[in-house]
């Protein structure tokens, strides 16, 4: 549906300042603060909120069993505790993320990062599966605030540095989803599965207050009203060829990366690796290395090479999983440790490569763009981890590796008929 124009373009005051006295300042001083763009403060700021808040979507994860036993959960049932989370953050990106097109950016962010934590504060003191479902549905719904934070940065940044700024910011997004599983395993191996949630819980009080004090107000353009918000992503979607494009190599990529942190744990706990849950904790944090992609990919975006390097992210992901499939046993765990730093490198590379792309389009349908692109993408990473424990159930490693293969090299194929200007 297509949107009536808005008044002229955003340009964002800093917290506290009073509109008397922005307006009180020649128009210029606010063009040129504009174009400065954000202080290298308030990024890393931004930065470590997206990764805090985004953490809280995986640290469930690798405490399915304990959680489970827990709750008198049935080991069938185990899996709901991950599947309820990934369904609310789903929901939340298609019905939540499209206000930041229509509401205060910053009030958004804030009253988001205070439900959060009330609801990661139910999850401790739940002694029944439904209110613990329920509850990590909320957390997962209301996660979501990180895709809400995502576009405002690139919305301070100029266009000449957006690149950049959106890759430092997922560097810390970045970490916090590979962060989260280690951490949350070793907190539960010295205390319980209940200590970690009440630790976010009061990093999420202490991240709203700083949220509150230090972003800039963003008083969105738009003109629709909600449902208008939603009917018109029906029409970005079906007219946007960027956002098309972006959005199935990155669910293509993210399909491998989710397959292959599902299966190494099972493959690494089986024999003969008999991997204790502390050393699978310690396997995951060799994805770490992968976030510094972030801003090396944005900094080649803003160089105006988006499509050689998205090629080259396909390319290396595609060939981590084919070197892991074909070395001997004497070396695998080390080649299948660098694969897992390569295709970490190569899915951060080409989100931040795609989320660029798509921050270059119009500011009033950033929100809803980003929204989509991320809610694809997502759907992409879930079929990745089905499929991939369906292949190592019935085809071991050398399956599911293959399987993780195809995926990048399907997005490879198709990126090559891309029209470049």
């Known amino acids: ?8 373009p955003y340009v964002p005051r800093p917290a506290g300042r009073h509109p008397a006295m922005t307006s009180k300042r020649p128009a210029t001083h606010q063009n040129d603060a504009h174009h400065s763009g954000p202080s290298p403060n308030l990024i890393r700021v931004i930065a470590a909120a997206c990764g805090l808040i985004v953490a809280n979507l995986y640290y469930a994860q690798p405490l399915a069993g304990p959680i489970s036993a827990t709750l008198s959960m049935s080991e ?7 599947t309820v989370t990934q369904i609310g953050y789903c ?13 205060e950016n910053r009030s958004l962010i804030v009253w988001m990062t205070r439900f959060v934590m009330l609801a990661l504060l139910v999850l401790p003191f739940s002694h029944q599966p439904l209110p613990f479902l329920f509850a990590i549905g909320l957390v997962g719904v209301l996660s979501v605030a990180v895709q809400i934070l995502v576009p405002l940065a690139a919305t301070l940044a100029p266009e000449a540095t957006r690149g950049r700024v959106v890759g430092k910011v997922m560097s810390g997004l970045m970490l916090g989803i590979m962060l989260s599983r280690p951490v949350s395993s070793f907190v539960t ?19 709203s ?20 918000l939603l009917r018109s992503m029906v029409t970005l979607l079906l007219t946007t060829q960027v956002l098309q494009r972006r959005a199935f190599y990155h669910a293509c990529l ?15 706990a089986s024999p003969p690796f008999l991997f204790s849950q502390g050393q699978i904790a310690l396997f995951a944090f060799v994805g770490v290395a992968g976030a510094i992609a972030a801003p090396i990919a944005g900094h080649i975006a803003d ?8 090629l080259a992210a396909m390319a290396l992901v595609c060939l981590a999983f084919l070197a892991s499939a074909v070395m001997p046993q004497s070396i695998f765990t080390s080649v299948l440790t660098l694969a897992g730093v390569v295709i970490d490198f190569g899915v951060t590379a080409n989100l931040v490569l795609g989320q660029r792309a798509l921050f270059m389009l119009p500011a009033e349908s950033r929100g809803r763009l980003n929204a989509l692109y991320m809610a694809i993408f997502f759907l992409g990473g879930a079929a990745g981890s089905a499929l991939g424990s369906w292949a190592y159930a ?28």
């Open 1 to 8: 549906m297509a949107e009536p124009p808005g008044p002229a």
């Open 76 to 82: 069938g049932q185990s899996g709901l505790i991950v």
């Open 91 to 103: 929901l939340g990106l298609l019905l939540i993320v499209p206000l930041a097109d229509l509401l």
């Open 189 to 207: 191996q010295f205390s319980s599965w209940h200590t970690i949630f009440l630790i976010s819980a009061g990093l999420m009080l202490v991240l």
């Open 209 to 228: 207050i700083v949220l509150q004090r230090v972003l800039p107000e963003r008083s969105p353009t738009t003109q629709s009203h909600y449902g208008a």
């Open 254 to 268: 993210f399909g491998s990366f989710s397959l292959f942190w599902t299966v190494t744990p099972l493959l690494l």
């Open 303 to 310: 160089k105006g090479w988006t499509w050689p390097a998205t």
């Open 394 to 421: 019935h085809g071991g490693w050398p399956l599911a590796s293959a399987l993780g293969a195809a995926f990048p090299a399907l997005a490879f194929l198709v990126c090559l008929t891309e029209k470049r200007s």
